[in-house]
């Protein structure tokens, strides 16, 4: 067993050395389901772990079996029985369970019947074992990764890649295929295959909710420009690598006195230097078209939004100048706001200046006026209410007379004693 595998079991199962413990979970599964439902969870979210740990989602059924718990030559006897449980529940596939995305829609629509019907499954582990396995969640999960690089390189709804270009992205052909074969049965990618000069293979994927459209003679076209632009790009490469070897070799042999040689790889040079200009200018010209296409369809995305907009407002009876009145008032709501905050940034109250002795003496007095004003409340029944009237008018006029002055910023003691009075004035009524 690979040792990085051996170190990360033993992480995830501290007691995986325990012969008491390994032994028990070693032992074949037997009798009633509900007495070996807790060792087919245990195997069956270790298998997941060290899949997710390798980063693979295909797997061979002899590596799970015979090298990644290999205890000193010991095997799980029960971990064919768990790979047949984890098949029967749908946390493992078979290559053949996978929809063909290169086949026809009529060949697909009767694998997923197939599939539904469940009469393609393995009778037992002896056919389950002979073969690659598919881990659903790893599956998955590499198939949303696929799709967040593709999202990230392309800023449209839907994108094509050549099937180079998605091989390099799952780090191999046979992931390639089963991410391929996953996302099409979803509806999230659709296979495109040009048979020309070249023999051209393309994915179209769907980089939002929706599903992908129906193929047209566009997307060939696009695959077309793509796979020429990365053979130039390629060709490109090749040319800057001759080149660099060129101008290394030129210079080694003028500083060896060997001028003729030398002159040799000058020309060669001159060559590759001329090639690469017509490499780059045919790629340019690519990208541009590129380019043009992928705007065009962003246009076209934006010219039918505002038919279907304007086909809203005719069914509401909504004109044009309702619309453009509405949208003024928010505009006009949207600067006033502004307005006010700017306004209120601009006015902050000043307490820096002040320590904490003016601030304990003005809390003094502020306590000493209050005491003052405390008998006062029983000399009259309306006192309280009209205390607390003043105060808020108080408080308003000093608003309206800081907003008249504009830059004046409002002194902190009185905005403060007058809000300490209103606070100790409720607390009393209360």
């Known amino acids: 067993m690979n040792s990085s595998v051996r170190e990360f079991i033993k992480k995830e199962v501290p007691d995986w050395d325990d012969e008491v413990v390994a032994t028990a979970r070693f032992k074949a599964l037997s009798g009633q389901r509900s007495d070996w439902e807790s060792k087919l969870l245990f195997w069956k979210n270790l298998i997941l772990k060290v899949a997710q740990h390798l980063n693979v989602f295909v797997v061979r059924s002899s590596e799970v079996r015979n090298i990644w718990f290999n205890r000193q030559g010991l095997t799980p006897l029960c971990i064919d029985q768990v790979l047949l449980e984890m098949y029967s529940s749908g946390d493992i596939l078979r290559k053949s369970d996978l929809m063909d995305p290169t086949a026809g829609r009529l060949s697909q629509m009767f694998k997923r019947m197939v599939n539904l019907i469940g009469i393609s499954g393995p009778s037992s582990s002896e056919e389950l074992i002979e073969e690659f396995l598919i881990l659903s969640i790893p599956l998955q999960e590499r198939a949303a990764e696929v799709v967040k690089l593709l999202s990230e390189s392309h800023w449209t709804s839907f994108c094509t890649v050549t099937m180079s270009e998605l091989q390099k992205i799952c780090n191999g052909s046979t992931e390639a295929s089963t991410v391929l074969s996953y996302l099409s049965s979803t509806g999230k990618a659709r296979y495109l295959s040009i048979c020309k000069a070249d023999f051209i293979e393309g994915v179209k994927v769907s980089l939002v909710k929706e599903a992908v459209p129906t193929i047209s003679s566009l997307d060939y076209d696009v695959l077309q420009l793509i796979w020429t632009k990365e053979k130039l790009q390629q060709q490109l490469d090749v040319i800057d690598q001759r080149y660099e070897m060129s101008r290394k070799s030129a210079l080694n042999f003028m500083k060896a006195g ?38 065009a369809e962003s246009t076209k995305k934006v010219v039918e939004a505002i038919q279907i907009g304007s086909r809203a407002m005719k069914e509401s009876g909504i004109s044009a100048e309702e619309v453009h009145v509405c949208l003024q008032e928010l505009d006009d709501t949207v600067a006033s706001q502004k307005e006010v905050e700017e306004a209120l940034a601009s006015a902050p109250i000043q307490c820096t200046d002040m320590d904490d002795e003016d601030l304990e003496k003005e809390f003094r007095m502020l306590e000493m006026e209050l005491e003052d004003l405390t008998p006062q409340k029983y000399t009259a029944a309306p006192t309280q209410n009209d205390l607390l009237k003043k105060e808020e008018s108080k408080i308003s006029e000093t608003k309206i007379a800081d907003i008249g002055r504009i830059g004046e910023a409002v002194p902190r003691e009185s905005a403060e004693s007058l809000v300490s009075k209103l606070s100790n004035l409720q607390l009393e009524a209360a």
Not at 270 to 289: D, I, P
């Open 258 to 295: 060997n001028k003729q040689v030398a002159l040799r790889h000058a020309r060669q040079l001159k060559l590759n230097s001329e090639s690469r200009e017509k490499c780059t200018s045919m790629l340019n010209r690519v990208e541009e078209v590129l380019t043009i296409i992928t705007n």
